[in-house]
């Protein structure tokens, strides 16, 4: 078993460099490591790893999860994310991906080790059973079967060229869909096997495959008959991986069962001499005749030894299917028939002892004028072997012979010479030529007669064009004749070619065709016209009578062409009529003849259904009745003259009848009108007497009362003069007061206009100062509105860079492991100095949060103290003389964000750390440190005029881990890293200001 390939996709280069470390030492292949999205795609294409481990946060234009994607989508390898990133939104974009694994940092490497595992076991699983469906789709292509692999858990994985031209959907979009989404199926049953498969099949304990026949429903609605095969697939180990699912179209072979029963209904097949088994039974189910193909189907001597067999007992028919039948209807299904369980109850005597498959069909019987009773006529087909074929597909190829030796008829196999490979029983029955003497020798060694026949150029031609071909030969034998249908098959070594004996087929053809004559003789003996047409009104059968009147040429032509126009689209509706309910009718209707005549037909037509209630032919029979039509016209006519007779009679009565019911209307009208005025006149004088009776009344009480209100104003005015003196005396008494009384108001409303006027002055100085406070106070509520709104974005920009820290020191603490843990690779006799090391690595990223911490700036350091602070650590931590190793700063003020900060310090720790072990041979010299800003670009320099590296070193490929650490660190920044050993030693690199 080979290696599993990983590839690391990691923006931090010490976690990169630590994980392939730990993989390598895991046994697994770790050819490089990416730092971007774009370099991760690039990195698929050429090194085609089994998995990748992904971080989700990297350089340049697109992420993780959107590399993952395009990874998964189009190279179908599996993804685990290693990331800091733990938040609720990361957690679901990465969850589209559907990824193999999410794991945050610092991980677990037992939990990493366990994931990868598992991701590889999976996918191998899922490449496992894309295999298994080629192979499928290999075998099944000369039949044009449909495949569709899935997995446990009926998601699909696998679908072949024919599933598109029978379900519609294209092989990108089926994938990775539910089995139930593009497997669309009528029957619920099914719908809920296919719902899981797996699960169904192992729900008795027995693994064993499920089929059957339903009504597929393409993605454009269309509707295909099919045959279908659900079974089960395991690994090298047993265990069950998924499903595999063959179906295929037998729309051609139901139209065919169908048109083979219509003929028997309306031929009235002569079963008893079938070799087809048929019986009839009672309503009850219970058996009342059998052929001979029943009896040794079901391994009996006699009907007596039958007789107890009942239809919906013993062939397990479904409560749905029994509701078809007695609905009239035909029911198709399958049957399995244990005799085993037969004997043990004793009911009926055979000599069988094994289990067989029926497919049987049930048709009802009707009483009718011939005689039949009412009750079921049923075919049984034994379609053991065609059980053991479709199991074939699944067996291995181990069980191949064994499958072909259990076919009842004759099969043999030649390779593309023509030499026999295969030779079964039925072939050494048919011919006495035992296996061993046929295999290995040419057709024409067992078969001399062939060469030249239609039976040798049938052979090449499925030799050339790789198609099935096949041929009905009759033979002699003695006085009898024999039929062989001859059916040759393309296969992987040559032909396959089954010989079947279809003498007794032919016999019922010979049957059915006299049976047919018969019919016809009769139908053709009638005078009345007999034709059948379709619902489209196109005539598909008509008898000699038909002909006579219409000619020859009318099968396949419309009959509405003898109606005239005016008449043809009541007979439309006519034929749109029927219903089940409705099925038979009469119509009459004008024909137009061929030497231009006129004549009336009377015709009564019977609509013929479908399962589906649908009119799929008319059968008509009519007779002419133009004469009739002639003396009911001639009888209309003289009817319509008596009616006119009598209505011209009617028509005289009724206007003379008129005249004088307006003549009476009139003189009644005049005497109403006298008699109205006449009331009218009275009435309007009785009422005048009474007003004036009234008016007279009344001014009587009117004048009494005057004369009493006359009385009571003259007392009144005399009172009146008496108070109207006493009330002006007594009004200039209140005269004087009132003018004393003004005068005092007059005073005290002088005083309040004074009081007024000082206290409007002071009113008016407290709103101005009111104003200026309110102004102040308002200014100060907008200088406080205003700091709130800064802090608030200040709290914002904290807490987002507080998340970016976190998430920074969770990604640091994973490269302080890494570091150690690379290291730690490293430690051997020299433990001390590499603890040290060490220590320097992490106190250069301790450092750079501790000068996060203190700067305003929480984005950016200076470089300039936190160098200093770096160097100062380094040199006093080796012990460094620095009165003899002189270390120069040639840095302006340059800021740098964290992540690059970082990676500058760790490489100038690691650099520097180098020239003070292995630059000075006399502990004497001088480092420098040196950065150039110049455009985009910044240029770190770090040289020391020591005895400079070895010649043959290549520093760019070097093992140790300095270096290497110096290389990784430099690719991560996306930059480039120079060697200038003509003075000591000068490492030059040069980065850009801002990160891609």
Same mark, same amino acid.
């Given at each position: 078993?080979?290696?599993?390939?990983?590839?690391?996709?990691?923006?931090?280069?010490?976690?990169?460099?630590?994980?392939?470390?730990?993989?390598?030492?895991?046994?697994?292949?770790?050819?490089?490591?990416?730092?971007?999205?774009?370099?991760?795609?690039?990195?698929?294409?050429?090194?085609?790893?089994?998995?990748?481990?992904?971080?989700?946060?990297?350089?340049?234009?697109?992420?993780?999860?959107?590399?993952?994607?395009? !990874?998964?989508?189009?190279?179908?390898?599996?993804?685990?994310?290693?990331?800091?990133?733990?938040?609720?939104?990361?957690?679901?974009?990465?969850?589209?991906?559907?990824?193999?694994?999410?794991?945050?940092?610092?991980?677990?490497?037992?939990?990493?080790?366990?994931?990868?595992?598992?991701?590889?076991?999976?996918?191998?699983?899922?490449?496992?059973?894309?295999?298994?469906?080629?192979?499928?789709?290999?075998?099944?292509?000369?039949?044009?079967?449909?495949?569709?692999?899935?997995?446990?858990?009926?998601?699909?994985?696998?679908?072949?060229?024919?599933?598109?031209?029978?379900?519609?959907?294209?092989?990108?979009?089926?994938?990775?869909?539910?089995?139930?989404?593009?497997?669309?199926?009528?029957?619920?049953?099914?719908?809920?096997?296919?719902?899981?498969?797996?699960?169904?099949?192992?729900?008795?304990?027995?693994?064993?495959?499920?089929?059957?026949?339903?009504?597929?429903?393409?993605?454009?609605?269309?509707?295909?008959?099919?045959?279908?095969?659900?079974?089960?697939?395991?690994?090298?180990?047993?265990?069950?991986?998924?499903?595999?699912?063959?179906?295929?179209?037998?729309?051609?072979?139901?139209?065919?069962?169908?048109?083979?029963?219509?003929?028997?209904?309306?031929?009235?097949?002569?079963?008893?001499?079938?070799?087809?088994?048929?019986?009839?039974?009672?309503?009850?189910?219970?058996?009342?005749?059998?052929?001979?193909?029943?009896?040794?189907?079901?391994?009996?001597?006699?009907?007596?030894?039958?007789?107890?067999?009942?239809?919906?007992?013993?062939?397990?028919?479904?409560?749905?299917?029994?509701?078809?039948?007695?609905?009239?209807?035909?029911?198709?299904?399958?049957?399995?028939?244990?005799?085993?369980?037969?004997?043990?109850?004793?009911?009926?005597?055979?000599?069988?002892?094994?289990?067989?498959?029926?497919?049987?069909?049930?048709?009802?019987?009707?009483?009718?004028?011939?005689?039949?009773?009412?009750?079921?006529?049923?075919?049984?087909?034994?379609?053991?072997?065609?059980?053991?074929?479709?199991?074939?597909?699944?067996?291995?190829?181990?069980?191949?012979?064994?499958?072909?030796?259990?076919?009842?008829?004759?099969?043999?196999?030649?390779?593309?010479?023509?030499?026999?490979?295969?030779?079964?029983?039925?072939?050494?029955?048919?011919?006495?030529?035992?296996?061993?003497?046929?295999?290995?020798?040419?057709?024409?060694?067992?078969?001399?007669?062939?060469?030249?026949?239609?039976?040798?150029?049938?052979?090449?031609?499925?030799?050339?064009?790789?198609?099935?071909?096949?041929?009905?030969?009759?033979?002699?034998?003695?006085?009898?004749?024999?039929?062989?249908?001859?059916?040759?098959?393309?296969?992987?070594?040559?032909?396959?070619?089954?010989?079947?004996?279809?003498?007794?087929?032919?016999?019922?053809?010979?049957?059915?065709?006299?049976?047919?004559?018969?019919?016809?003789?009769?139908?053709?003996?009638?005078?009345?016209?007999?034709?059948?047409?379709?619902?489209?009104?196109?005539?598909?059968?008509?008898?000699?009578?038909?002909?006579?009147?219409?000619?020859?040429?009318?099968?396949?032509?419309?009959?509405?062409?003898?109606?005239?126009?005016?008449?043809?689209?009541?007979?439309?509706?006519?034929?749109?009529?029927?219903?089940?309910?409705?099925?038979?009718?009469?119509?009459?209707?004008?024909?137009?003849?061929?030497?231009?005549?006129?004549?009336?037909?009377?015709?009564?037509?019977?609509?013929?259904?479908?399962?589906?209630?649908?009119?799929?032919?008319?059968?008509?029979?009519?007779?002419?009745?133009?004469?009739?039509?002639?003396?009911?016209?001639?009888?209309?006519?003289?009817?319509?003259?008596?009616?006119?007779?009598?209505?011209?009679?009617?028509?005289?009565?009724?206007?003379?009848?008129?005249?004088?019911?307006?003549?009476?209307?009139?003189?009644?009208?005049?005497?109403?009108?006298?008699?109205?005025?006449?009331?009218?006149?009275?009435?309007?004088?009785?009422?005048?007497?009474?007003?004036?009776?009234?008016?007279?009344?009344?001014?009587?009480?009117?004048?009494?009362?005057?004369?009493?209100?006359?009385?009571?104003?003259?007392?009144?005015?005399?009172?009146?003069?008496?108070?109207?003196?006493?009330?002006?005396?007594?009004?200039?008494?209140?005269?004087?007061?009132?003018?004393?009384?003004?005068?005092?108001?007059?005073?005290?409303?002088?005083?309040?206009?004074?009081?007024?006027?000082?206290?409007?002055?002071?009113?008016?100085?407290?709103?101005?100062?009111?104003?200026?406070?309110?102004?102040?106070?308002?200014?100060?509520?907008?200088?406080?509105?205003?700091?709130?709104?800064?802090?608030?974005?200040?709290?914002?920009?904290?807490?987002?860079?507080?998340?970016?820290?976190?998430?920074?020191?969770?990604?640091?603490?994973?490269?302080?492991?890494?570091?150690?843990?690379?290291?730690?690779?490293?430690?051997?006799?020299?433990?001390?100095?590499?603890?040290?090391?060490?220590?320097?690595? !992490?106190?250069?990223?301790?450092?750079?949060?501790?000068?996060?911490?203190?700067?305003?700036?929480?984005?950016?350091?200076?470089?300039?103290?936190?160098?200093?602070?770096?160097?100062?650590?380094?040199?006093?931590?080796?012990?460094?003389?620095?009165?003899?190793?002189?270390?120069?700063?040639?840095?302006?003020?340059?800021?740098?964000?964290?992540?690059?900060?970082?990676?500058?310090?760790?490489?100038?720790?690691?650099?520097?750390?180098?020239? !003070?072990?292995?630059?000075?041979?006399?502990?004497?010299?001088?480092?420098?440190?040196?950065?150039?800003?110049?455009?985009?670009?910044?240029?770190?320099?770090?040289?020391?005029?020591?005895?400079?590296?070895?010649?043959?070193?290549?520093?760019?490929?070097?093992?140790?881990?300095?270096?290497?650490?110096?290389?990784?660190?430099?690719?991560?920044?996306?930059?480039?890293?120079?060697?200038?050993?003509?003075?000591?030693?000068?490492?030059?690199?040069?980065?850009?200001?801002?990160?891609?």
């Amino acid at each position: 078993m080979s290696v599993a390939k990983i590839l690391i996709v990691e923006d931090e280069g010490l976690t990169a460099m630590e994980l392939q470390r730990k993989l390598k030492n895991w046994g697994y292949e770790v050819p490089t490591f990416a730092f971007s999205g774009k370099d991760a795609i690039n990195k698929v294409k050429e090194v085609k790893p089994d998995i990748v481990l992904m971080d989700i946060v990297l350089k340049g234009r697109i992420d993780g999860i959107e590399a993952a994607k395009e !990874i998964i989508d189009d190279y179908n390898i599996p993804v685990i994310y290693v990331t800091a990133y733990g938040d609720e939104e990361t957690f679901q974009r990465a969850k589209m991906t559907d990824p193999a694994g999410y794991m945050l940092k610092p991980f677990d490497e037992n939990e990493l080790r366990k994931k990868i595992e598992v991701a590889l076991k999976k996918h191998q699983k899922e490449i496992n059973l894309k295999e298994t469906g080629e192979w499928l789709d290999k075998k099944l292509k000369d039949s044009g079967g449909a495949v569709i692999i899935t997995d446990v858990d009926g998601c699909i994985r696998f679908v072949n060229s024919s599933v598109k031209s029978l379900t519609g959907w294209e092989s990108d979009d089926s994938l990775f869909k539910s089995l139930i989404d593009v497997f669309n199926v009528q029957s619920e049953e099914i719908r809920k096997i296919i719902k899981n498969p797996v699960e169904e099949i192992l729900r008795d304990g027995t693994a064993s495959e499920l089929n059957g026949e339903s009504v597929l429903i393409s993605r454009e609605g269309k509707k295909i008959d099919i045959e279908y095969t659900i079974a089960p697939i395991r690994d090298d180990k047993g265990e069950f991986v998924g499903a595999n699912l063959i179906f295929q179209d037998i729309t051609e072979r139901k139209k065919e069962e169908e048109a083979l029963f219509e003929s028997e209904k309306r031929f009235k097949s002569i079963y008893l001499q079938s070799p087809v088994a048929i019986g009839i039974f009672k309503p009850d189910g219970q058996l009342m005749d059998i052929n001979k193909a029943v009896l040794e189907l079901f391994g009996a001597s006699d009907i007596q030894d039958l007789m107890e067999l009942n239809l919906f007992q013993d062939f397990k028919l479904s409560d749905a299917e029994k509701k078809r039948l007695f609905d009239g209807q035909t029911v198709k299904y399958e049957s399995e028939f244990d005799f085993e369980k037969i004997k043990e109850l004793s009911l009926y005597k055979t000599i069988k002892s094994d289990i067989i498959y029926l497919e049987v069909f049930i048709n009802p019987l009707s009483v009718e004028e011939d005689g039949y009773l009412s009750g079921y006529l049923v075919q049984f087909f034994d379609i053991t072997l065609h059980k053991m074929l479709e199991k074939s597909i699944l067996e291995s190829k181990s069980n191949y012979e064994e499958l072909v030796a259990s076919i009842t008829d004759v099969f043999f196999e030649m390779d593309r010479s023509l030499k026999f490979v295969y030779w079964n029983k039925a072939s050494e029955n048919l011919t006495s030529i035992p296996s061993k003497d046929a295999i290995g020798k040419s057709l024409y060694d067992i078969f001399p007669d062939v060469k030249g026949t239609e039976i040798e150029e049938m052979y090449m031609n499925v030799l050339n064009v790789q198609e099935p071909q096949y041929i009905v030969k009759e033979y002699k034998n003695q006085d009898d004749q024999i039929f062989f249908e001859f059916n040759v098959y393309p296969s992987l070594r040559g032909v396959s070619v089954f010989i079947k004996d279809i003498t007794g087929v032919k016999i019922v053809e010979k049957e059915l065709k006299k049976s047919e004559k018969l019919y016809r003789s009769v139908v053709e003996d009638q005078t009345e016209f007999i034709c059948r047409f379709t619902p489209e009104g196109v005539l598909t059968f008509a008898n000699d009578a038909y002909f006579n009147y219409f000619g020859k040429g009318v099968i396949g032509k419309s009959f509405m062409f003898f109606s005239p126009e005016k008449d043809q689209e009541s007979v439309k509706k006519h034929i749109e009529s029927f219903n089940p309910q409705n099925p038979v009718n009469t119509f009459e209707n004008q024909v137009k003849m061929t030497n231009g005549d006129i004549k009336w037909f009377e015709w009564v037509n019977k609509a013929i259904f479908d399962d589906q209630s649908q009119v799929i032919e008319f059968q008509s029979v009519g007779r002419d009745i133009t004469e009739r039509k002639q003396i009911e016209e001639s009888l209309r006519e003289k009817k319509d003259e008596l009616k006119k007779l009598a209505k011209r009679e009617v028509e005289a009565f009724s206007n003379e009848k008129k005249a004088l019911k307006a003549e009476i209307t009139a003189i009644t009208q005049k005497r109403d009108e006298l008699q109205k005025t006449y009331d009218e006149s009275v009435e309007q004088a009785e009422k005048r007497i009474d007003e004036l009776i009234k008016d007279k009344e009344t001014l009587k009480a009117e004048i009494t009362q005057i004369k009493q209100k006359e009385e009571i104003l003259r007392r009144d005015h005399e009172e009146l003069d008496i108070q109207v003196q006493k009330q002006a005396n007594d009004r200039i008494k209140d005269k004087e007061m009132f003018n004393a009384e003004i005068n005092k108001v007059e005073m005290e409303k002088n005083d309040l206009r004074k009081k007024y006027q000082e206290l409007d002055i002071q009113t008016h100085k407290q709103v101005e100062s009111s104003k200026k406070e309110r102004e102040a106070l308002k200014a100060e509520i907008l200088q406080l509105r205003q700091t709130e709104k800064e802090m608030n974005e200040s709290i914002r920009d904290k807490e987002n860079l507080l998340k970016e820290i976190h998430r920074r020191v969770k990604t640091n603490m994973q490269a302080i492991s890494s570091l150690v843990g690379l290291q730690s690779g490293y430690i051997m006799d020299q433990f001390i100095e590499k603890f040290e090391e060490s220590q320097n690595h !992490i106190k250069s990223i301790a450092l750079v949060h501790e000068k996060l911490y203190e700067s305003k700036d929480l984005k950016r350091i200076n470089f300039l103290e936190y160098l200093q602070n770096l160097t100062d650590d380094l040199l006093r931590t080796r012990g460094v003389d620095q009165d003899n190793i002189k270390l120069k700063i040639d840095i302006k003020d340059i800021f740098l964000d964290i992540d690059r900060a970082m990676n500058c310090g760790l490489i100038i720790n690691e650099l520097v750390n180098n020239s !003070i072990k292995h630059a000075f041979l006399d502990n004497k010299g001088e480092i420098m440190i040196k950065i150039d800003s110049r455009d985009d670009d910044f240029t770190l320099i770090v040289s020391d005029n020591g005895a400079g590296l070895p010649e043959n070193l290549d520093f760019r490929n070097a093992q140790t881990l300095g270096l290497r650490l110096v290389n990784t660190l430099v690719r991560q920044l996306d930059g480039t890293i120079e060697l200038d050993k003509s003075k000591g030693t000068e490492f030059k690199i040069k980065f850009a200001k801002k990160s891609q």
